[in-house]
Structures are given as C-alpha cells and as structure tokens.
C-alpha cells in the first residue's frame, strides 16, 4: 500500500503541474479523510513533489489496504458554501421577535479586485476615445505639414531620379496618390507614435503587486433593550380616589407617629442591628455549606498524599516480612480545646463510613473536669464537624443503628444523655438523679432494638453494679434494672442485721449479634458474667475470667459463641461461651486497655496496651503471635486508651490520653482474605468466616474435651 | 354666607390637598424620576391651557436628558396601554384632573 502511494505521487511530478495533478489521486485514497480541506492535501502532495521521489507520507494519513484504494467513490459536488451557517435568526424590531431569515447567501467571494478596463462603447470608453483623438489632431496638423514636404521632396528627387518621362504622370499620380496616402497615413502615424508597440523584442515589462490583506466582515446587533407594557385608564374620578386614599394613608403615619416617636426610634435602631445581624447571619449561613465544602477540598489539597496512601497505598514489603504487617500512620485528629482530655470512648457511624464520634474525659478519679463530645470525618482531619461539651466527662457513647443522628452517652458522674445531630449542641434528654441515674460512672452504653412500643433505649453498664435500660418514653427518659451484679458470696453485715449484698462494678459488656437477649458483662473483679434480659436475679454463666478488671469483652462479628476480653492483667483471651476456659491467651507485657474484632475476618483483632502499642493477631496466619506490634504513640507519658476497626476500609482508629485519635490503615498481610486452592474459587461470606474460627477452635477443643473426660 | 363661605374652604381645601403631584406608578430611578416629576408639574402650570405644548415641552427635555425616545401623554379621561422600556416609565396625577404618563420607548 505505501508502495501505491510512492507510484501515485511519481506519476503526479510527471505532469507538468505535479501540484495540480496531485489532489485528484490522492483525494480517492483521502477521500475517507473527514476533513475536507483540499488545500492542505495541496500542499502535502506539493511538499512531497517537491521533496523529490523520496516517500513521504502525512503521518495521520488513513492506512487502506489494496482493495480499498482501488474503490470507486463518488463525490457529489454542490454548490453550497460549507462556512454559510445553517439558518440564521435575527430580531427585528418591527415585530418584535426573532425571525429567521428564509435565504442563507450561500456565496463565497475567494478574491475580489478591480480592474481598469472599460468597454468601448460605455460613456466612459468613448470619452476617453474623444480626449485621446482630439489631442491626436493637433500633433498632426504640425507634422503634416513636414511630411507633405518630405514627400514633396521625395516627389522631385523620385522626378529626378526616374527616366522615362511617361513615368512622371504615372509617378505624379503614384505621389498624387501617395500624398493622399501620407495625408490619410498622417493621422494614424502620430497615433501610432503616441500608443508605441511593445513586442517581445524592444520591450519587456515587469509588474509587481504589493499584498492585499483580505477583507473580513463583521457584523454585530445589539440585544434589544428590555420593555415591557403598562396600561391604565385615566378618569376623574379615579384621579380623585387615589388623591383620598393618598391622603388617608398620610394621616394614618400621622397618627402612628405621635405617640410612638421616641419608642419607634429605639425600635428602629434596635430594628437597625437585628437586621444588620440577621443579615450578617444569613450571608455567613449562605457561606457556610460553601465554606465546609472549601475546608474540605483545601484539607484533601494539603493532605494530598495522605488520602493517596488511604486509599491506593498498599505496603508490597509485606510479601517479604514474612506473615507480619504493619500500621500506617495517616491522620492525627485533635482539637486544641480537648489537648488535656483523654480518649475514653471511639465509634463509628453506622451509616456514614468516615464519621466517627470521639469521646473526651478522665480516667482520673481526682482530676475530673468536663467533658467533650466531637464528631470527627475522614475527609477533614483538621476540624470536628460536631462539636458538644458536658459538665461531666463523657467515658462511653454508642451509635443508633437505625437513627446514625441519634448517640447515646454515658458520663462520669453516671448520667446518661441522648444527643441529636440533627438538633442543639445540648443533649436532647437526659437523665439525672430523680430518674435514676448511676451512681458511679457509666462504663459502657448500647443501643437495643426499639421495644414493644416503639420507643428507642438502650442499655447502660456502671461501677454501681447496675445494668439499667432506659427507655425514650414521651420524650423522657425512663430508667429500668435491668440486672444487679450481686457477687455471690459477699454479704455484708450491715446495722440492725441487714445482709447488704455487695454490687460488683460492671465495666463494660457486649450484646450478642443474633440471640437477642443474651449479653456479657465484665466486672472490675474479673469475671465475666453471661447474662438473659429475661432473668434478672441470675447469670446464666459465670466465667473466671482475669485477675484485674475486664476492660472490654467483645462478641466475634461472625461466629455466634466466640467473645474476647481484655484486662488490664496483661491478658487477652479468647472464650468459647459454653466452655469455661478461654481458647486462647495471649499475654501482652501490659495492661490491655481495648481489644476489638475486625469487620472483615473472623480471626482478626487488635488490642492496644498501655504501652501505647497496638497488636493485631490473626488467628488463621498465626494463632500464637501478633502480626503486628507497632509503637503508636511516641511520648512516654501517653498511653493509647481505645482502638476501632472501621466498618469497611482497612483503617483503624486508636485514642489516646493526650486527646489525639490517630487513623492508622491496616497494611495487606493484616488483611488476608483466605486463599484460594488451584482450581477451587474463593469462597466469600460469613459462613467462611465462621468455618475458619471453628476449624481453628477445634484445634484447641479437643484437647479440652479430652482433659474433661 | 356661612355655607359659600365653608363651601370655599372645602374648595381650597381640595385644591391644597388634591393638586399636589401625587405618584400613581413608576419604575424610574430615584433622580431621573424626581428630575422627571418636576419637569411634568413645570410643564403643566406653564401650559395649564394647552396640553400639547405641555406634552411638547416635557418631550423634548426628556429626549434631550435622557435620549430618545420619549412620549408624553396628558389629558383628564384616558385609557392607554402601552410598552415601554424597563426603568423609563412615569405615571401621576397632577392638578387634581390631570394625568401624565411619560415613557421611552424607541
């Protein structure tokens, strides 16, 4: 094919105009081109002739095969100009609308240039002949005389010359008619002489021309002002009302005006400031979803690199680390307001992934001071999005699956509170001591399903060994013991021969995903107690769990028996809720301040330990060891409170006491999904997830169930 | 007497209170429709007699301040209904029989 196309441009040169022969061969195999522009085809081929036989192709020329180059197309030529617009619409103003002009003037004028000839017979021709014959004349009439005389002269020497006097009247006649000749000849020979011949041979002309720019038209109509109509009728009568109605009006501002002059002024400058305030409130109103939009996009801009790690970033050093991962540091959220608070409670919304509420207070007994509660998102690390401050130090919160507004909280002091979003900074109900409030801080709260109905509650855990559900009911807050954490056992002696039983402090507890009713509560003593909604005098279960108080006990997302709990002994262990020992056990050099499961593997945890590290294990990888020990936080003084895994990207969050959350992302080996056997697909689904723990739970039962036997 | 008396005080009453220029509807802005207000109310003293040479008066100075092309209308018992340019139209009672509409329209 480029062979082709070498012939065809050879065969052009041949001609005697390789340009113009061009452009017709090359338009067939161009003619599929879109572009219809002939005159760059023009001078392509032109470059090409000129450039000798040498090949040279237009780079985005079409590649065709053979056959297609051979094809026949046939252009039609028409005579329409392709720049003309369509259709065009003016407005004109007689009719006052725009109107679309029926005929497109389809002419194109390429080259335009006036010239100097003018016909013969036009006015204009015959009186240039005129002035050009007169001025002829009087040339003549001088000469004339002069070659009458020449020819007289010649007359007399021809005389002379000839020899037969038969030949003088021959050549009197011949000069007679000669003279009359040259007299006829006279006018043509000055007008010869004026208009002298310019052949080939005693003249050569040369002409330059200077460019003429082209001339381009432009036209331009204004848009036709705007009018609109008025009408009225014009009557005395009417001239009269309006005068009355006028006048009444005047008298009523009269009226108005005496007695409230001085109070009216007040008004009106108190009126003045509400305004320029509402104003001014308005406009910020106006600006604020527009500044929190800027706010954000100016935080993605300056942590750039951050959210490219957050979402694409996935450690490949891992395949050589051998099984163990690590935690990227992202984000570190603080507030300057909450610098000397500490992290006492972290959770997720529930509907919004990136939003998660950040509890602030003391674990400090003597220091107790108030407490914050800030909504924080991913996607602005740099502000809260929610902020609310309390009396009292908030140490737990728990979010409404069905209502992501609504936040339950639990205090210092033992109160508890339900915050809106949606409503004021202040909590919409709250409990205090007539309703039946702890006695001791709140540990833990939880949102139930709404009961029968209909009303919102949720459960709450305190030190005063009571496990309290309150209820929404018309818009307060009604509290009921649930269960007392009596430890058996224990029966004091009190005056007057009372048997006071001793309450264990409840410190945190767990409801199961599916069974309803059942939930595990843990105690500053240790134990795990395995409790019914239903019964509220006796645990179904007692477990002996740790030695020092259960910070957190947490159900496996998937497998229905599992739980965890961590204590600050050093442990994190791993039960199965019909055996009394736990699975496993894992000892951490320090105390375990949180222990949360992953979303997404049955086996996966993290816990974070005073020593400000965090753990994650992964029981399928290796049931022994963390996979990754990472030091979170650097100060000495500083030690990580809470961790949370988010719902669905790889992130973790962990508090600590300085009042910072730090969003660490989960590198990959911490995340592996089960893989797959040759031939066998992946498997995905809770049902993995449970298959997985049991199988490894098997591991480690039967052992058990043999030394029970 | 008591009654012709009384009767002249309600006239000049009327003629205090009725014939003062009274805006009936306008869309000028504040100084081109003040400017245009006493021009109308100058035109018809000058020419109490002859609405013509009022409505001429007031034409051409409107035509001269404000460009062309302005129409007057004065009279005591019309009806009209017009087009005019947004922010150039003026319409009041003035004398307490007479209307004046004055607007640009080109």
């Not at chain 1, 022969?21 to 081109?33: F, T, V, Y």
């Not at chain 1, 699956?401 to 109900?429: E, R």
């Not at chain 2, 000058?46 to 009022?54: D, G, L, M, R, V």
Request: charged share 30%; aromatic share 10%; with cysteine.
């Amino acid at each position: 094919m480029p062979a082709k196309a070498a012939d065809k441009y050879r065969q052009g040169q041949g001609g005697p105009s390789g340009g113009k022969a061009g452009p017709p061969r090359l338009s067939r195999a161009a003619s599929k081109k879109r572009d219809d522009d002939v005159s760059t085809e023009a001078g392509d081929v032109a470059d090409a002739g000129a450039g000798g036989k040498a090949l040279v192709k237009p780079p985005d020329q079409l590649e065709l095969t053979e056959a297609e180059l051979k094809e026949e197309i046939t252009r039609v030529l028409k005579a329409n100009n392709p720049h003309a617009p369509q259709n065009i619409v003016r407005y004109s103003f007689k009719e006052r609308a725009y109107k679309q002009i029926s005929h497109v003037n389809q002419m194109a004028i390429h080259f335009s240039y006036n010239g100097n000839l003018i016909p013969k017979d036009s006015d204009e021709g015959r009186r240039q002949n005129m002035k050009s014959t007169t001025g002829a004349e009087k040339a003549p009439a001088e000469t004339s005389a002069e070659t009458s005389e020449e020819t007289q002269v010649k007359d007399e020497e021809s005389t002379g010359d000839s020899q037969a006097a038969g030949e003088e009247a021959a050549e009197e006649s011949r000069t007679a008619e000669a003279a009359e000749t040259a007299e006829d000849e006279e006018d043509p020979p000055p007008k010869k002489q004026e208009k002298k011949l310019a052949n080939q041979f005693n003249f050569t002309e040369r002409a330059s021309r200077t460019l003429n720019n082209p001339l381009r038209e432009k036209a331009c109509q204004s848009e036709p002002t705007p009018c609109k109509d008025f009408s009225s009728n014009v009557n005395q009568w009417e001239i009269y009302d309006a005068y009355v109605e006028h006048l009444q009006k005047m008298e009523k501002e009269k009226e108005k005006s005496k007695p409230q002059t001085v109070k009216k002024e007040e008004v009106k400058k108190k009126g003045r400031k509400f305004t320029s305030l509402e104003l001014q409130s308005n406009e910020i109103a106006k600006v604020s979803k527009v500044a929190k939009i800027m706010e954000r996009m100016v935080n993605q801009n300056a942590l750039d690199d951050i959210i490219q790690d957050f979402k694409y970033f996935e450690d490949e050093s891992d395949e050589y680390r051998d099984q163990k991962g690590t935690l990227l540091p992202l984000w570190k959220f603080q507030y300057d307001k909450t610098k000397r608070f500490a992290v006492t409670a972290i959770s997720w919304n529930p509907k919004y992934k990136d939003l998660f509420a950040v509890g602030y207070g003391s674990y400090d007994l003597m220091k107790q001071r108030q407490g914050m509660l800030l909504l924080y998102t991913m996607k602005n690390p740099s502000f809260p999005e929610y902020i609310f401050s309390s009396e009292s130090g908030v140490m737990c919160l728990d979010f409404h699956n069905d209502y992501p507004y609504l936040m339950a909280v639990g205090f210092y002091d033992g109160n508890v509170a339900i915050y809106n979003l949606k409503a004021a900074s202040q909590p919409s109900y709250k409990s205090c001591a007539k309703s039946g409030k702890h006695t001791e801080p709140v540990w833990q709260v939880k949102w139930q399903k709404n009961d029968m109905d209909n009303n919102l509650n949720f459960f709450s855990v305190s030190s005063d060994g009571r496990i309290v559900s309150w209820t929404l009911v018309q818009n307060e807050l009604v509290h009921t013991d649930v269960i007392k954490l009596s430890v058996e056992g224990t029966t004091a002696q009190g005056p007057e021969g009372l048997q006071l039983k001793t309450l264990g402090c409840g410190t945190s507890f767990d409801f199961h995903k599916k069974i309803d009713y059942l939930f595990l509560v843990g105690t500053e003593e240790g134990k795990i107690y395995k409790c019914s909604k239903c019964y509220s005098s006796q645990f179904l279960d007692v477990f002996e769990a740790h030695h020092m108080a259960v910070d957190s006990v947490s159900w496996n997302p998937y497998h229905s028996k599992v739980f965890i709990s961590c204590s600050s002994d050093w442990t994190v262990k791993i039960w199965d809720h019909t055996i009394k020992t736990p699975m496993f056990v894992y000892d951490l050099n320090s105390g375990v301040g949180d222990v949360a499961w992953a979303p997404y593997s049955s086996t996966v945890f993290a816990a974070v330990t005073t020593d400000s590290k965090a753990h994650v294990f992964d029981l399928s990888i290796n049931k022994y060891e963390a996979l990754c020990t990472q030091l979170v936080v650097t100060k000495k003084k500083n030690k990580i409170t809470h961790v949370q895994f988010n719902p669905v990207y790889p992130v973790v969050i962990i508090g600590d006491q300085q009042g910072h959350v730090v969003c660490l992302k989960l590198s990959p080996n911490l995340r592996k999904m089960p893989k797959a056997k040759k031939g066998q697909e992946v498997e995905k689904g809770p049902e993995v997830e449970i298959a997985k723990l049991e199988k490894l739970l098997n591991l480690v039962r039967e052992p058990a169930n043999k030394t029970e036997m | 007497m008591a009654d012709t008396g009384e009767g002249k005080k309600e006239e000049a009453e009327y003629k205090r209170l009725h014939t003062f220029p009274l805006i009936r509807h306008t869309d000028m802005p504040e100084e081109m429709r003040v400017e245009a207000m006493e021009l109308c109310v100058t035109a018809c003293e000058k020419y109490a007699t002859n609405n013509e040479s009022a409505a001429k008066m007031i034409k051409e100075t409107m035509d001269k301040k404000f460009g062309s092309s302005w129409h007057v209308v004065i009279g005591e018992g019309f009806g009209f209904e017009i087009t005019h340019e947004v922010k150039n139209l003026l319409y009041m009672f003035f004398g307490g029989s007479l209307a004046v509409c004055v607007w640009k329209c080109s």
